[in-house]
C-alpha cells in the first residue's frame, strides 16, 4: 500500500533536475514525505478504522453491525496461520495510535 503511495506521489511531482551531477533523478522516500506533508495512507486508514468502531461501539446492541461486531460463527479456522479478524486489526490500531492502554469493549 506504501509503495503504491509513493508510486503515485512519484508521478505527480515528476523528476528533479539535479544540479550537481547535471542529469534529471526520481525523488526519494524522504524527499516525497518532506514534500507532501500528508500522513501516510496506512495511517488514514488506521484512524479511520478507529473511527468506525467507535461508531458501532455507540449504537444500539440490537443494531445489525453491532450484532454482527460481536457475532461468533463457532466454525473451524482453515489449516495453517489463522487469519487476522476485524477486531484484532482494530485493537493493533488502538495500541498504535492511543498507546498500550487502548482495550476493546
Known amino acids: 500500500m506504501n509503495a503504491f503511495e509513493r508510486k503515485v506521489y512519484r508521478r505527480i511531482l515528476g523528476p528533479v533536475y539535479d544540479n550537481e551531477k547535471k ?9 516525497i514525505y518532506a514534500s507532501v506533508k500528508k500522513p501516510i495512507i496506512i495511517e488514514t486508514i488506521r484512524l479511520y478504522r478507529l473511527r468506525w ?7 444500539e446492541e440490537s443494531r445489525i453491525p453491532k450484532r454482527i461486531l460481536y457475532m461468533n460463527l463457532g466454525t473451524t479456522r482453515m489449516r495453517g496461520r ?3 479478524s ?9 495500541r498504535i495510535v492511543c ?7
Open 23 to 31: 542529469n534529471w533523478r526520481i525523488l526519494t522516500n524522504k524527499e
Open 86 to 94: 476485524w477486531q484484532d486489526e482494530v485493537r493493533e490500531n488502538g
Open 53 to 59: 468502531f467507535g461508531h458501532v461501539q455507540r449504537m
Open 99 to 105: 498507546g498500550e492502554g487502548f482495550t476493546l469493549s
Open 82 to 84: 489463522p487469519r487476522n
